[in-house]
């Protein structure tokens, strides 16, 4: 099992501070926050304590996971400045610094005044210069101005109605001197935004990192949507406030990386949990000829053991 969860010198400062909160208001707040983010709820009057427990945790694991990738996929990227849109708590500038140690400048930009103090607070708690001395302003993102190697907007497109989504996409492109990072809820909904986001930025020229192996059509239909999840463990906390019974949870996102960069395209990526039975395991793959059912049969030996651990996500 693979576990994430926030950075080590974060948890005492986010402790200290729900120490001030109201333990009762945060439960109830928690339980619906989730389910709330994932319908594209917007953040006006959420709970900060409630967001900090419970969906800080998970959108940090997920962005991780997918900065993972792009350093991965990108490996001669090395980002020094970066813009952190609809920052929140800062969540995504935490997650690129513990990626890319060697960022030297952050900026956060979020339109609601309560997260932009608690951004501050939490950065400037931070032994990385970077994060100590990030310019964090309240705006919005259609006002944010400024350049970065690494533009970052991670679960904000699911607060704009979903028609925007690809003008939003193409202004933060104008804004990235590199790569342009988004990431949504797993969600129908939220990959709604991914796509349209991802058919504006390949028509203005943009090239593909991932998730993508390919800047074909993107080949989903009807009720399929683009998703994969990451495990993160659950702080004591966070069981609490969600009353919880397991240690830890599965989130889903969707996203999308383009850079001004041509990145080598190559394989297809798994998009479904892998089905095995006795005889077989089965893949659901996209690449450029769509999407495709791969069967590796257990008695072919060495394919079988090649990809008996390929797992959702992973690229073949
Ligand atoms: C779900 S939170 C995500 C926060 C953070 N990026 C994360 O991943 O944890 C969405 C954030 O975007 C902010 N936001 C919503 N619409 C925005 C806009 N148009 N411009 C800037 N920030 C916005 C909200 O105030 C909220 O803090």
New binding site residues.
Partial sequence: MSLSSLPGDLNPVIANWLQDQDGALLRANADQLTER?RAGQ???R?DLAA?LTT??PA??AA?RKVLGEVARLHPVFAPTSML?????????SWAALAEWPELLSVTM????AR?VELAVMLAKSSALKALALATITR????E?TGKADLVI????F???VEKDAGEAALKLWTQTENTLVI?EPGTPRGFARIHAARQTLIKAGAHIVGPCTHAAACPMRGNDWCHFTVRLARSREHMHAKLATVPFEDEPFSWIAVSHTTVPLSGARVIRPPAQDKHSITFKICSELGLVDRVIARRDKAAYKQHRKTAWGDVV
């Avoid at 705006?139 to 259609?142: E, G, R, T, Y």
């Avoid at 907007?153 to 904000?156: K, L, Q, R």
């Fill in positions: 983010y917007s953040s006006a959420v967001y969906r800080m959108t940090y962005v952190d849109i609809g920052a929140g708590p800062g969540t995504a930009v979020e339109a609601d997260f705006a919005k993102m259609s944010a907007a991670a679960y904000v699911a607060e704009l990431i």
